[in-house]
């Protein structure tokens, strides 16, 4: 014979609840983790494309000064018409593939960067490459200033220092001074 154990209704009420609440909760908690992985896939493909633009912009740069130090290389200054007043540099038609891409990997730097600080040194770096071309377009390579040269390789590490601090990386810079 079978006993029969009768079950309430606050007994069934009780039960359907609490598995409900546990289905609640697991649903959430799968929620918020499946948000955790998106955020942190989405920020690693952030990184990775401004990874990509922020090397471009040191590789247009770097192009750039190597068109400017060229012997052959022809470039006239002109005074830009508006403040500052400083010179501005032409180029020659091979010259003017190093601007443009100096230019378009500036823009897309400035497209993806999360820090105004990128941005800033990024358009002192340029500031200073053109400056340097603006020098070399009355002297030649050699006669250029050695402090034209310091202010240019100045900007460059401070563009590369708030950029690795924007991609979460270490200073790639020690102080002269420290000993170990």
């Known amino acids: 014979m079978r006993t029969v154990v009768p079950v309430s209704l606050i007994q069934a009420g009780v039960t359907a609840t609490t598995t409900m609440l546990a289905v609640l909760i697991g649903g959430w ?3 918020r983790a499946q948000d955790r992985l998106w955020r942190r896939d989405q920020d690693r493909q952030w990184r990775d494309i401004r990874l990509n633009a922020y ?3 040191i590789g247009a740069v770097r192009e750039y000064v190597a068109h400017v130090l ?3 290389a022809r470039i006239t200054a002109v005074p830009r018409p508006r ?3 400083d010179l501005m540099p032409f180029f020659d038609d091979e010259g003017s593939r190093y601007r443009e ?3 378009s990997t500036k823009t897309a730097l ?3 960067a999360g820090n105004v600080k990128v941005v800033s040194g990024s358009s002192e770096l340029v500031r200073q490459a053109r400056l340097l071309a603006a020098t070399r377009a009355g002297s030649e390579a050699e006669a250029l200033p050695a402090d034209r040269f310091d202010a240019l390789w100045e900007a460059e590490r401070r563009f590369i220092e708030v950029a690795r ?3 979460g990386l270490p200073s790639a810079f020690q102080a002269v001074d420290q000993r170990a």
């Open 29 to 31: 908690l799968t929620v």
């Open 55 to 57: 090397t471009d912009f």
């Open 110 to 112: 400035r497209l993806v």
């Open 165 to 167: 601090a924007e991609l």
């Open 83 to 85: 403040d500052p007043g």
């Open 101 to 103: 891409r100096l230019e």
């Open 70 to 72: 060229n012997p052959a």
